[in-house]
């Protein structure tokens, strides 16, 4: 008889398994909640707009006429498969009659969420308070513009950010990212 394999090393088998296959792991709803110190790239102002890259998947928001700290609270809907790679974003001004100006970017690295929605199942938290799981701070690595934690609240995995704009001079957004449905071995 083999000794039984500890439930890490079976839970990694799993997931290495999944990052092989393309395995989904769950539906991310980001929301555009707003942008901050956006910079000018009109007249006296900008219509701004948010366009978000994840994979081959692409969205935007509408756009916010005149406004340098617009607010879009839109809910933006990917599907995350194995292997989890970044959430890339760029802001531009609408323009009338020429190509739409360049606002900045700035991405973000999905793969702390994902980590934690997988912790979150092998340690089965699901209370109703905020469970803080994971703090990330702001470093050369990241587009962080302050610290950011990934909770657990009412059984999701939550985090929010404010990104900071590069190759701009000023500029960030924020961001509320939620993983749900995110399966901990795979479907047979």
Known sequence: MLDPIPIYEAVMRVFVLQCVMGEQLG????????????????????????????????????????????VWNEHLNFSLTEPVGLLSLE????DRF????????????????????????????????E???????????????RESSIICINGEVVQNVWLRLSEVESGEIELTIKLINSPLVPSR
């Open 27 to 70: 539906q991310l709803k980001v929301s555009v909640v707003q942008g901050k110190s956006l910079v000018i790239r009109d007249f006296k102002s900008s219509d701004p707009y948010v366009v978000l890259k994840l994979g081959n998947q692409t969205a935007k928001t509408k756009v916010i006429n005149s406004c340098l700290n617009p």
């Open 131 to 145: 469970t803080v799981l994971r703090k990330i701070v702001p470093d050369s690595d990241n587009c962080l513009a």
């Open 91 to 94: 802001v531009f001004d609408k």
């Open 98 to 129: 020429k190509t739409d100006d360049k606002m900045g970017k700035a991405f973000l690295n999905l793969q702390p969420i994902a980590s934690v929605a997988r912790l979150r199942h092998v340690v089965n938290i699901s209370s109703s308070k």
